[in-house]
């Protein structure tokens, strides 16, 4: 089993609707939980980091998390073209201050 | 002025060669980072820096060798470059702050292709 669990996708939707990203995890002792966003050929960039159970909300962008069920998702609302990437959720293991360790990615395709 | 700088950005070589990618961060953080990116887009942790002391090695091979001369340089170092190392090698950095989730932040990449 791998350690962070992302459905590669393409995950389509159409402009103007919710993306729904999920995201599991293996080491149940985790106790932060990121996501980023890659563009083609370019670096990953911060979009928002959750520690806590429930949501937290940053513009259009929402990081729900349930540790019980080692889950953690990302919603995008009111999708646009521009938000066409990958999204790679990233979680830091216990203990582990210094360490994130990434799911594969999903790809988002927002059709205009 | 980026905060994450890495050179080259791009690298062509042969195989057999040696070779080194550079990285400054301007952040004033106190960790450094190499990730290494394979063409199915799996990012993995390959060193962490902390203040100049490495903390982190995740089973590479020896042939990779970082060095941090100090807390806002890592740099890595490549002998005998093989097929299998061709990916994109992102530094990166990060500051113990809970507040802030101990965020790392990354580096443009440096694109390696081995021939």
């Known amino acids: 089993q791998k350690e962070v669990e992302q459905n590669s996708g393409p995950l389509s939707v159409p402009e103007g609707a919710i993306a729904s990203l999920n995201c599991t995890y293996s080491?149940?002792?985790?106790?932060?939980f990121f996501w980023y966003r890659q563009y083609s050929g370019k670096s990953p960039e911060l979009i928002m980091f959750i520690y806590s159970n429930g949501d937290k909300e940053d513009g259009r962008f929402t990081a729900q998390l349930n540790k019980a069920s080692q889950y953690v998702s990302l919603l995008i609302r009111d999708s646009q073209p521009s938000d066409s990437a990958t999204y790679l959720c990233a979680v830091r293991p216990a203990g582990a201050t210094n360490k994130l360790i990434f799911g594969t990615g999903t790809l988002l395709a927002v059709q205009p | 002025d980026t905060a994450v700088s890495q050179t080259p950005k791009y690298l062509v070589t042969q195989m057999g060669n040696d070779k080194s990618i550079k990285c400054e961060q301007n952040l004033g953080h106190d960790t450094m980072y190499w990730y290494k990116q394979d063409s199915k887009k799996f990012l993995k942790i390959m060193f962490s820096y902390n203040n100049k002391e490495l903390i982190i090695n995740e089973t590479v091979p020896n042939r990779f060798s970082p060095k941090s001369p100090d807390k806002a340089h890592l740099n890595l170092h490549i002998n005998s470059l093989e097929l299998g190392d061709s990916a994109v090698y992102f530094c990166?950095?990060?500051?113990?702050?809970?507040?802030?989730?101990?965020?790392?932040?990354f580096g443009e990449g440096s694109w390696l292709t081995v021939v």
């Open positions: 990166a950095s990060s500051q113990e702050r809970a507040a802030a989730g101990n965020t790392i932040y």
């Open positions: 080491d149940r002792g985790s106790q932060s």
